[in-house]
Antibody, heavy 121, light 106 residues
Framework: QLLLHESGPGVVKPSETLSLTCTVS???????????WVWLRQPPGKGLQWIGT???????DYNASLQSRVTISLDSPKNQFSLNLASVTATDTAVYYC????????????WGQGTLVTVSA | EIVLTQSPGTLSLSPGERATLSCRAS???????LTWYQQKPGQAPSLLIF???LRATGIPDRFSGSGSGTDFTLTISRLEPEDFAVYFC????????FGQGTRLEI
């Protein structure tokens, strides 16, 4: 059974970079299949926002509203993918989820449990 | 950009009752890419319905989805205690976008 697990600091200072890693266990983070890898977030008590998708080591797609600050990268040998979000402010406080995108139906079919990141001095 | 509006914001019902949740798009959506998720408190969302009407693996048949164009509906025929949660619709046009959610409460 494939499992996703987010890890990283729970608190980040304003203007700094938020960095999270998603580790995939119980299977392969295989490139070139119908599955790709995404980051999403959910501010406390609010709705869901897609941050971006990584397709392979060179191909990504980002939410236009975050594009100038976001980098998502893939480390297939380690079965990990990562999120960097630069110049954070309090509005970036959220639960961050990594998930799998099934690319035929465009659904997020597997999710990590999420990790709360608070932006605070 | 397509906007998804869910209604009602909160739906108060009792176990055994029927729930009807609406997701309206600001422009036509490809129903193949209209998805519903369930989120319980403190948990990640989980896949419920995809392709507007197809139940994900393990989802009981009391859950059904319907609709096309701009109007989509999630129906729970007879509410069980574990169904009280927040439900989100999502579409995938140029990029994924979610509705703001409907909270289904007892």
């Amino acid at each position: 059974q494939l499992l996703l697990h987010e890890s990283g600091p729970g608190v980040v200072k304003p203007s700094e970079t938020l960095s999270l890693t998603c580790t995939v266990s119980g299977g392969s983070l295989s490139v070139g299949s119908n599955y790709y890898w995404v980051w999403l977030r959910q501010p406390p008590g609010k709705g869901l926002q897609w941050i971006g998708t990584v397709f392979d080591s060179e191909t990504t797609d980002y939410n236009a509203s975050l594009q100038s600050r976001v980098t998502i990268s893939l480390d297939s040998p380690k079965n990990q993918f990562s999120l960097n979000l630069a110049s954070v402010t309090a509005t970036d406080t959220a639960v961050y989820y990594c998930a799998r995108l099934e690319y035929r139906s465009f659904v997020f079919d597997l999710w990590g449990q999420g990790t709360l990141v608070t932006v605070s001095a | 950009e397509i906007v998804l509006t869910q209604s009602p914001g909160t739906l108060s019902l009792s176990p055994g009752e029927r729930a009807t949740l609406s997701c309206r798009a600001s422009q036509n959506v490809n129903s193949n890419y209209l998805t519903w998720y369930q989120q319980k408190p403190g948990q990640a969302p989980s896949l419920l319905i995809f392709g507007a009407s197809l139940r994900a693996t393990g989802i009981p048949d009391r859950f059904s989805g319907s609709g096309s164009g701009t109007d989509f509906t999630l129906t729970i025929s007879r509410l069980e205690p574990e169904d009280f949660a927040v439900y989100f619709c999502q579409q995938y046009d140029k990029s994924p976008l979610f509705g703001q959610g409907t909270r289904l409460e007892i």
